[in-house]
Nanobody, 119 residues
Framework: QVQLVESGGGLVQAGGSLRLSCTASGNIRSISTMGWYRQAPEKQRELVATITSDGSTNYADSVKGRFTISRDNAKKTVYLQMNSLKPEDTAVYYC?????????????WGQGTQVTVSS
């Protein structure tokens, strides 16, 4: 079985920073793209940032210049450094990864971690 476990969420004032982590474990042969998504109350889940296995990144326009995604392949971990947080960043943040246990890759989700930004 494969599992993604997130940590690092919490309550922060506007302008503050948080760092999210997500570690994969289980029967893993390789990990392709990893990413972070978020879902605010009564809104659809949206992409925040992704990073490929060779380090290429992609960001939502709303977080460019404020958030940084990175990964440690040896630790099977992806990070999201969030700076200059705004109240509109409040959401449950989910980690996602395309993981190969055999020849076919499957997308896995973490359980989510709450980020709340107060004004």
């Amino acid at each position: 079985q494969v599992q993604l476990v997130e940590s690092g969420g919490g309550l922060v004032q506007a302008g503050g920073s948080l760092r999210l982590s997500c570690t994969a474990s289980g029967n893993i042969r390789s990990i392709s793209t990893m990413g972070w998504y978020r879902q605010a109350p009564e809104k659809q889940r949206e992409l925040v940032a992704t990073i490929t296995s060779d380090g290429s990144t992609n960001y939502a326009d709303s977080v460019k210049g404020r958030f940084t995604i990175s990964r440690d392949n040896a630790k099977k971990t992806v990070y999201l450094q969030m700076n200059s947080l705004k109240p509109e960043d409040t959401a449950v943040y989910y980690c996602n990864a395309l993981i190969y246990s055999g020849s076919t890759g499957f997308g896995y989700w973490g359980q989510g971690t709450q980020v709340t930004v107060s004004s």
